[in-house]
């Protein structure tokens, strides 16, 4: 197995001009300061206006890509080597009014990101897919719970079909439960994190769903083969380690390492209802890409609390 933050991954990526949407939530920055670190000349996407190269060393750019118009103008100028696409809203909430816009930042916004490409000529695509997708396997066939997921699963059948009629070369990871430092603080393990670091017990649901957790910097590794690997146009490749562990036995390790005193408050939320255990194809996803996830559970819990608990610590000494 070729390893992608080996020699040869480095020199894939370095002077490759990368566009990466969605650039200021928990991937897309994870994965710019990688592409950075890889001598990569990255341009980031915004819907707000900012510098257009700020001390980060991004290039900044406004963009809409629900407006066709303004995504087709920018993959022209650009003319990106590859192509990063996280933008959108994340929220598998089931409610009617996300309907309209998961819609519009999911999928419109990826049929005019390929409609460009296509259109100007350019390298791969590399699309961010989800785990909340729907798949053959399940009781109700691909009937989506959410809008979301509605958007993600169309959004990968057009991807198969710009590769099929147009030979767009564009390929879908999905991620499945990323964790990491810099993580929405609403999301599980930084919740668990700072409640606990603020002397707080976390009210938490039974914590009996189990997840195929994956930290962040493994994910981005994956991202970065597949801006360069070849035959994989076309797939939608698992993100994991094909394991699955509850959520009550990652937030007890947390506990742990944190403040095992506090007393844990599960059953506090309810459930998710009808929600089903899911792993990664790791097999599947190694022998198309020569990636597996390196980072045990256990070493990505104690770098992600250690993270946080240094932030923690630089905003209470600035007096923030």
Known sequence: MV?????????????????????????????????????AEVHAVSRSPRRSRDRDGLHWWQCDFVDPAAVHDLIGRLKPDVVFHFGGMVTAAPDLALVAPTFQTLLASTVNLLTAVTDVGGGRVVLSASLEEPTNDAADGLVPE????????????????????????????????????????????????LSLLHGDAPRLSSGERALDWVYVEDVIDAFLAAASRSGIEGRTLDLGWGTAVRIRD???????????????????????????????????????????????????????????????????????
Not at 17 to 29: D, I, M, Q
Not at 155 to 183: E, H, I
Not at 298 to 306: I, P, Y
Request: aromatic share 8%.
């Open 250 to 320: 990652v937030v007890d390790r947390v506990s742990r390492l944190v403040d095992p005193s506090i007393t844990l408050r599960y059953g506090a939320l309810p459930d998710r209802p009808d929600v089903r255990t899911r792993v990664a194809d790791a097999d599947a996803t190694t022998a198309a890409l020569g990636w597996r996830p390196t980072t045990s559970l256990d070493r990505g819990l104690a770098l992600t609390v250690e993270w946080y608990r240094q932030s923690l610590e630089t905003v209470e000494r600035n007096g923030a």
């Open 146 to 193: 959410s809008p979301y997921a509605a958007a993600k699963l169309a959004a990968g059948t057009y991807a198969r079909m710009f590769v099929k009629l147009y030979d767009t070369p564009v390929v879908s990871l999905r991620p499945f439960m990323a964790y990491g430092p810099g993580q929405n603080p609403t999301k599980i393990i930084p919740y668990t994190i």
């Open 3 to 39: 390893s992608p933050t080996g020699s040869s991954a480095s020199k894939a990526l370095s002077d490759t001009r990368a566009l990466v949407t969605g650039a200021s939530g928990f991937l897309g920055t994870h994965l710019c300061q990688r592409l950075l670190v890889e001598r």
